[in-house]
């Protein structure tokens, strides 16, 4: 289970504002309109035709109001997944004609595998479209495609097939550009966990630890990377069981505390980096039991993230994935609430 380094294209534009429904637009003042860079309408012109039907002085782009309803179309098209080349082709069609995707599974229809944006390799359109939006810094746009990936797939699905590709394809193409795209990053980062966040219910609304204890998810002392555990944490709140999520960089001492106050079914350590994987401190949570005499009780300890790598760690549960992850923490608790 891996915490990436750290979407579909250009969002609809608003309606046609009075002083532009009929006056000829720049190039730059349409793509201002519809959030793309000029560079990208010149591309979609040279290689898709997508462009003005008029051009001032036979060099200069003037865009009509019907060449801006087929770029508006084609950014509907591209903000939804359905690469640019396809896209181009739909959005060339009479306004009225449906698009030739609707009604075909989503499993039918063909993946592209152009480079795109960002390096994103062979996967769901979803990526595509949320990676485009990221880049245009288009937050409404990522914030719909995450919630609605999230709500056809479940979490698990959503975090390990569209989530972290998009977001290692960021952090790839801000390892590669010398420092650019990190605001890119950022945003990305933050409407993945606010999308998380929302499919995790309060500890109130969980209705309290049951008879076998809540699960237990921190990150290791020093570790800020939380990303990963706030996708477990909604998995697991997702099958309805009861958890306690402490965040970052968790102190030693403080972990203990509250596994002991707890009495947790299970304790999830994340640890992105091996100077923040501290397996004394893990052996040390297995350690502790609380409970009566005679039926003391002591949690499972699960690690997760590159940081637990090398045999000293074998020891300890450390699964790949987030599916991995729920499978181990959900069979931990039912185990123990069937010997309750």
């Keep these: 289970?891996?915490?990436?380094?750290?979407?579909?294209?250009?969002?609809?534009?608003?309606?046609?504002?009075?002083?532009?429904?009929?006056?000829?637009?720049t190039t730059g003042a349409l793509a201002r309109r519809?959030?793309?860079?000029?560079?990208?309408?010149?591309?979609?012109?040279?290689?898709?035709?997508?462009?003005?039907?008029?051009?001032?002085?036979?060099?200069?782009?003037?865009?009509?109001?019907?060449?801006?309803?087929?770029?508006?179309r084609m950014c509907r098209l591209t903000s939804s997944g359905v690469?640019?080349?396809?896209a181009a082709r739909l959005a060339k069609r009479a306004p009225g004609s449906p698009p030739a995707v609707v009604g075909v599974p989503e499993e039918s229809r063909p993946r592209s595998r152009a480079a795109g944006t960002l390096p994103l390799g062979d996967v769901r359109q979803e990526c595509r479209g949320l990676a485009r939006a990221a880049?245009?810094?288009?937050?409404?746009?990522?914030?719909?495609?995450?919630?609605?990936?999230?709500?056809?797939?479940?979490?698990?699905?959503?975090?390990?097939?569209v989530m972290v590709p998009t977001l290692h394809a960021v952090g790839r193409k801000w390892a590669s550009s010398g420092d650019r795209y990190v605001e890119v990053e950022h945003l990305l980062s933050w409407h993945v966990s606010t999308t998380l966040r929302r499919r995790?219910?309060?500890?109130?609304?969980?209705?309290?630890?049951?008879?076998a204890?809540?699960?237990?998810?921190?990150?290791?002392?020093?570790?800020?990377?939380?990303?990963?555990?706030?996708?477990l944490n909604a998995a697991l709140c997702e099958l309805g069981l009861?958890?306690?999520?402490?965040?970052?960089?968790?102190?030693?001492?403080?972990?203990t505390a509250a596994v002991q106050r707890l009495g947790p079914v299970a304790v999830f350590l994340w640890a992105q980096a091996r100077s923040t994987a501290g397996l004394p401190l893990a052996r040390h949570v297995a350690g502790t039991s609380w409970g009566v005499k005679g039926a003391r009780r002591q949690p499972l300890v699960v690690v997760g993230g590159?940081?637990?790598?090398?045999?000293?760690?074998?020891?300890?549960?450390?699964?790949?994935?987030?599916?991995?992850?729920?499978g181990i923490l959900a069979g931990a608790f039912a185990g123990m609430s069937g010997r309750q």
């Design 135 to 161: 880049v245009r810094l288009d937050a409404p746009a990522v914030e719909r495609q995450l919630e609605a990936a999230v709500e056809r797939y479940g979490v698990t699905v959503a975090w390990q097939e």
């Design 306 to 326: 590159p940081g637990w790598s090398g045999p000293a760690t074998r020891e300890l549960p450390r699964p790949a994935t987030l599916k991995d992850a729920v």
């Design 242 to 255: 009861p958890t306690r999520m402490f965040g970052a960089a968790v102190p030693g001492e403080a972990l």
């Design 1 to 25: 289970m891996t915490e990436p380094s750290a979407g579909p294209g250009p969002q609809p534009p608003p309606g046609p504002s009075p002083e532009s429904a009929d006056v000829p637009l």
């Design 83 to 86: 690469p640019p080349a396809e």
């Design 213 to 231: 204890g809540p699960v237990v998810l921190a990150c290791a002392p020093g570790e800020q990377h939380t990303l990963a555990v706030e996708a």
């Design 200 to 211: 995790t219910p309060s500890a109130a609304l969980q209705g309290g630890a049951s008879a």
């Design 34 to 72: 519809l959030g793309v860079s000029p560079t990208t309408l010149r591309s979609w012109d040279r290689r898709y035709g997508i462009g003005p039907a008029v051009r001032a002085d036979g060099r200069h782009r003037r865009w009509s109001p019907g060449d801006v309803e087929v770029l508006e």
